[in-house]
């Protein structure tokens, strides 16, 4: 080795240590942190459901007979009359089959009429003695057979013309097309849905309520239903119809609230929310909760296993991880049942990437600041007054 570099090393050695160890204790830049404020709101009643504008009956069309589909008169969203031709199917079948009976129809009548001539003079012929009594009655036989023949072919005539009359697809009720299922030089089976018509008039909102709430709905069938396209606008409702039974999939029921002011702005398919206020209406005391966005729940790992946790930030700016306990998922966030007190900063964005300890620079928005289910706050009036908004607890 050169003796020059080896002398240097001893004296080069320190700095190279102290600058490494410079740069591994240079701290973490501060990075903001989206917080809201942990604020507990006075709610009343039940929960506000997501549901949908539905038809109150709706129904699929279908021919009674099988066949090649030849024209759709119709298309989504058509507005349809009673008695307005749909759809049709190729007539060739079922008009020869009209035909074949037709023709057995005659046959029958001239069966039938030879009978009856035959008929006659026998009797004539049996009053002067000329034939047994046995001849007599075999004729009678034989007209009756003929008339049973002639009944028979005349019902099956009127079955085919029947049948070739089912070939046509018409309109039940006046309505709007809200599906379709066939398209032309299709071949169909009896029975298989062609056009799915709602009918006009009535209106429900559909909605899926949890078993838990089942028992509350039915006891104030009263409801309020509000639009996404048109949140300031309220329509009154009530329950008319709760599933027997709870759907297989979603273990929730089916619930059918008939509006009762439905107007032409509600249209089919639309998103809707229905609340109850019953508690309110009955005036039952209000209580309170603390409602945070879906955004701001995490969990814990620890050995007590994954629990629902929130990430706090305390005033120096660390964060800590706090677990909750989840009252119920509603369609704007999370209600809470226990683990904060109010008026703590909550992380709401980007939940994953923190660790305990952690300094952030909170950034508090008060846009993001999550209220309770709408039209389940306040009394009925009030509710209409407000337009469904939260009432946030003073």
């Known amino acids: ?88 199917l190729d007539p060739q079948d079922a008009n020869l089959g009209a035909d074949a009976a037709r023709a057995a129809l005659a046959s029958a009548e001239s069966e039938l009429a030879f009978a009856r001539a035959e008929l006659k003079r026998s009797q004539e012929l049996r009053e002067r003695n000329f034939i047994a009594q046995g001849v007599l009655e075999q004729r009678e036989n034989a007209f009756k057979a003929a008339q049973a023949r002639r009944d028979a072919a005349a019902a099956q005539a009127i079955m085919a013309g029947n049948q070739a009359a089912y070939s046509v697809l018409a309109a039940d009720a006046d309505g709007v097309v809200t599906a379709v299922s066939a398209d032309p030089g299709q071949v169909v089976a009896a029975g298989q849905p062609i056009l799915r018509v709602a009918r006009l008039g009535e209106k429900d909102a559909v909605i899926h309520v949890a078993e838990s709430h089942v028992g509350a709905v039915r006891a104030q069938p009263s409801a309020r239903i509000a639009l996404w396209a048109a949140p300031g606008r309220l329509y009154s409702g009530r329950v008319r119809e709760i599933a027997a039974a709870a759907d297989a999939l979603t273990r929730t029921y089916t619930v059918k609230v008939a509006i009762s002011d439905a107007d032409d702005e509600l249209r089919w398919g639309m998103s809707a929310q229905v609340g109850f206020a019953a508690a309110a209406a009955r005036g039952a005391p209000s209580h309170t909760a603390i409602f945070l966005p879906m955004t701001a729940l995490t969990q814990t790992d620890d050995k007590s296993g994954a629990r629902p946790a929130v990430w706090l930030v305390a005033a120096d700016g660390r964060v800590s991880l706090r677990p909750v306990t989840v009252a119920r998922y509603t369609e704007s966030g999370v209600q809470l049942a226990a683990g904060l007190a109010g008026g703590e900063l909550v992380v709401v964005a980007g939940v994953h990437k923190l660790v305990p300890g952690q300094v952030v620079r909170p950034v508090e928005e008060p846009d993001t600041k999550t209220a309770p289910p709408a039209a389940v706050t306040r009394s009925p009036g009030a509710i209409a007054s407000d337009a469904m908004r939260p009432n946030p607890a003073r």
Do not use: H, W
């Open 1 to 88: 080795m050169n003796p020059r570099r080896t002398l240097l090393l001893p004296l080069i050695l320190p700095f190279l240590v102290a600058a490494c160890t410079q740069r591994a204790e240079q701290p973490e830049p501060v990075r903001p942190a989206r917080v809201t404020r942990a604020v507990p709101t006075e709610f009343a009643g039940l929960a506000a459901y997501a549901g949908e504008i539905r038809a109150r009956y709706e129904a699929d069309l279908a021919f009674r007979v099988p066949g090649k589909l030849l024209a759709r008169t119709v298309d989504l969203g058509a507005s349809v009359r009673k008695g307005q031709v749909l759809a049709r």
